[in-house]
């Protein structure tokens, strides 16, 4: 199993600004990626995060608003730009071990933009 | 394109009753069916997966779900509820690519 920590746990900013994420796996994995969840919704997923390429993003979800890295195996950070009152929500980060039928997930970070 | 529908958005039961969690995706091909748990406060926690097989797939906690292909349904069932039942379930299919796709969930909460 992987163990998966994000930075920071919840955030309060303000219109306009940027916020970064970060999400550490414990062991090395394939594919990551990063989920909204937006109060009383599903998750959706924004990005797909491959090591050594540029993410894939989902329908709705664009690179210039949602910026990706993902340097090594083991780490990947979301940013959200220009954040606005609609951004608010709980941005999951997940990994997969051996494949989608071992996925995990980490806590999430709950933005609130004001 | 791939989605997952779960009809119930909060479902109320005393202790002991008996639970069925709804769930349909649409895909016409193989599928990958999860449900997964979230229970308050906590992260998300895999509750049971099929992917070929039997079609009755029993999880942890005595939960147990049935791929029924010709309903496209993937029901989570548990005959006797317990308030640490109480989370949010979320049905959630792989369509053979990259992507698991999540219903939006069902809170689900147990009264003592």
């Known amino acids: 199993s992987a163990v998966i920590s994000q930075k920071p746990s919840r955030d309060i900013c303000q219109r306009g600004t940027s916020l970064t994420i970060q999400c550490q796996v414990d062991s090395q994995v394939t594919m990551m990626f990063w989920y909204r969840q937006q109060p009383g919704q599903s998750l959706t997923l924004i990005a797909t995060a491959n090591q050594g390429s540029e993410a894939t993003y989902e329908s709705g979800f664009v690179i210039d608003k949602f910026p990706i890295s993902r340097p090594n195996l083991t780490f990947s950070t979301l940013t959200v730009s220009n954040m606005s009152p609609e951004d608010s929500s709980i941005y999951l980060c997940?990994?997969?071990?051996?494949?989608?039928?071992?996925?995990?997930f980490g806590p999430g970070t709950r933005l609130t933009v004001l | 394109a791939q989605s997952v529908s779960q009809h119930n958005h909060h479902v109320i039961l005393s202790e002991a009753a008996s639970l069925e969690l709804g769930c349909n995706y649409s895909y016409g091909g193989t599928v990958n069916l999860f449900w997964y748990v979230q229970y308050p406060g906590q992260h998300l926690q895999l509750l049971l997966k099929?992917?070929?097989?039997?079609?009755l797939v029993k999880g942890i906690k005595g939960f147990e779900a049935e791929f029924i292909k010709s309903k496209f349904s993937f029901n989570l069932r548990k005959p006797s509820v317990q308030w640490s039942d109480t989370a949010e379930y979320f049905c959630?299919?792989?369509?053979?690519?990259?992507?698991?796709?999540f219903g939006k969930g069902t809170r689900l909460h147990i009264l003592p």
């Open positions: 997940s990994a997969y071990g051996a494949g989608p039928n071992e996925q995990f």
């Open positions: 959630a299919v792989n369509a053979g690519d990259d992507k698991i796709i």
């Open positions: 099929y992917f070929s097989g039997d079609p």
